[in-house]
């Protein structure tokens, strides 16, 4: 914290450089955003010298050695000059290798691949165990296997999805951290309880309560659309759509019972095809993600959903997204082709996907990521 940012000492100086009185004024910050924030506000530690009493603590080469008083009044110099480093939002984390630093999806996910997860690993299971004859059908009409080579990326997936969040891990801490700040647009870090977390779409105060079925997995999956520059307009699109004064609805909570969807798809290998012919499963996985939101957000807003419809949206984009994640993949593929380009004031324009059947109503007046038409036109069923 500079100088600056405290009230000068507002005192009137005799000749023999005592200072007669010093007031202090409290007042308020605005940030870059017009916002009021609270500001400590005291006396800087240069104007210290003004008192004859601590004057020989600001001098260089004093040679005096802080005893007694003067030792209170260095305790009391380090505590102000530490005050920079606090963050707002009492028990909020701290990293301390870097506090307050976002993180990315690429270092987060570095921290499981190098973690012990034994014990969650212990708990996978890769797939839907199934009767006799359901075995024999899908080994001859069913997805493909998982080849050999990808079958550890996809364990560890499952095993992410196992893991709850560690309050005490200052990485799950910057990963909600960065997930608060790209959503809210805040530049602070936040408490670690409170009801902020109600506003991004939790059910409750603790953000832990809610990852039930998904584990850190749906945290990973947020992380990743906010901190991907392609799907992070996306993310801003869907959670404006969540805060509709009609059309509401719980952002952070929808995001992880989509994740748990992609889950189910794992597990039932209904993604093997498409993770064979990527050679990878962790970015077929997040891209899927990304895509079940996008059309939730589309079917959400154009077929003007409310919260009351959520359960069976959310049961037509499982089954759409275990029978054809190619046609969810391909849409997505479009939207951050095409849809990044004509930006608008009020979001994405000019941008058309053919579709078989289904027409926006006259009498919406929305712009942005569902002024997309979705296609399905293999014969899918819309959801």
Not at 192 to 215: C, I, K, M, V
Not at 262 to 285: D, Y
Not at 319 to 343: E, F, H, M, W
Request: aromatic fraction near 8%; hydrophobic fraction near 35%; charged fraction near 20%.
């Amino acid at each position: 914290m500079n100088e600056g940012a405290c009230c000068p000492p507002n005192g009137e100086e005799r000749e023999d450089g005592q200072v007669t009185k010093t007031s202090v004024e409290p007042s308020l910050q605005i940030d870059e955003q017009g916002s009021f924030l609270p500001a400590i506000r005291c006396v800087p530690i240069s104007s210290l010298k003004y008192q004859t009493v601590l004057q020989a603590l600001t001098e260089e080469g004093s040679g005096l050695e802080p005893t007694g008083d003067n030792m209170e009044v260095l305790r009391a110099q380090e505590e102000w000059e530490a005050v920079e480093n606090i963050q707002p939002g009492a028990g909020g984390w701290e990293s301390r290798d870097r506090p307050g630093q976002l993180i990315s999806f690429d270092e987060a996910l570095q921290h499981f691949q190098t973690a012990d997860l034994s014990v969650y690993r212990k708990k996978v299971k890769s797939m839907i165990p199934r009767r006799r004859f359901s075995t024999l059908f899908r080994c001859f009409f069913g997805p493909p296997q998982l080849r050999d080579g990808l079958q550890e990326e996809r364990d560890l997936v499952l095993a992410i999805a196992q893991c709850g969040l560690d309050n005490e891990d200052p990485v799950h801490g910057r990963v909600l951290q960065t997930i608060y700040k790209k959503l809210t647009g805040s530049r602070f870090d936040c408490a670690l309880y409170g009801t902020h977390w109600e506003e991004l779409g939790f059910q409750g105060s603790n953000p832990a309560t809610d990852l039930r079925g998904a584990g850190f997995l749906a945290l990973l999956h947020l992380l990743y659309l906010v901190m991907d520059s392609k799907t992070l307009l996306l993310a801003h699109e869907i959670f404006r759509l969540s805060q509709h004064r009609i059309q509401y609805f719980p952002f952070c909570l929808m995001s992880v019972n989509i994740t748990r969807i992609v889950i189910q798809a794992l597990r039932e290998e209904c993604l093997s095809k498409e993770c064979n012919r990527q050679h990878t499963v962790i970015p077929v996985v997040n891209n899927l993600y990304a895509a079940a939101f996008l059309r939730l957000a589309y079917v959400w807003r154009t077929q003007q959903k409310t919260i009351l419809d959520s359960s069976f949206v959310l049961k037509d984009l499982e089954v759409l997204a275990k029978k054809n994640p190619k046609q969810l993949l391909r849409n997505l593929d479009i939207y951050l082709t095409k849809g990044t380009k004509g930006l608008s004031p009020m979001g994405l324009s000019g941008v058309q996907i053919s579709e078989s059947h289904g027409t926006h109503p006259k009498n919406l007046n929305f712009t942005g990521v569902c002024d997309l038409q979705l296609d399905t036109t293999e014969g899918m069923q819309a959801v």
